[in-house]
């Protein structure tokens, strides 16, 4: 069973960067990360598939926001860059050891507690 321990949330100004962490236990296939705003639904921001390191993100956040693992400490990480109001929202690591659709909520297993990113304009 895999267990996940986010951190790295925050305040910071538009056009500021965060780094999210992920540390995860167990195996993997794919980790990826969701975020939801207040009164909308969850969507996905970008996975990673742990063994070859293919990546994917959402089109609001491609070209902005990194994602990487580091499999000798077994943590996944979104790097967030330019940073915008819009980009307010809990956001969620989450994993699965059976194959899916990365994208898909539904797709995931476990997932983690949840950290606050917070833009200010």
Request: aromatic residues 10%; hydrophobic residues 35%.
């Amino acid at each position: 069973q895999v267990q996940l321990v986010e951190s790295g949330g925050g305040l910071v100004q538009a056009g500021g960067s965060l780094r999210l962490s992920c540390a995860a236990s167990g195996r993997k296939l794919f980790m990826g990360w969701f975020r939801q705003a207040p009164e909308k639904e969850r969507e996905f921001v970008s996975a990673i598939i742990w063994g070859n390191n293919l990546t994917y993100y959402s089109d609001s956040v491609s070209g902005r926001f990194a994602i990487s693992r580091d499999n000798a400490e077994n943590t996944g990480y979104l790097q967030m860059n330019s940073l915008k109001p819009a980009d307010t929202a809990i956001y969620y690591c989450a994993a699965s050891t059976v194959p899916g659709n990365v994208r898909a909520p539904d797709a995931y297993r476990t997932w983690g507690q949840g950290t606050q990113v917070t833009v200010s304009s």
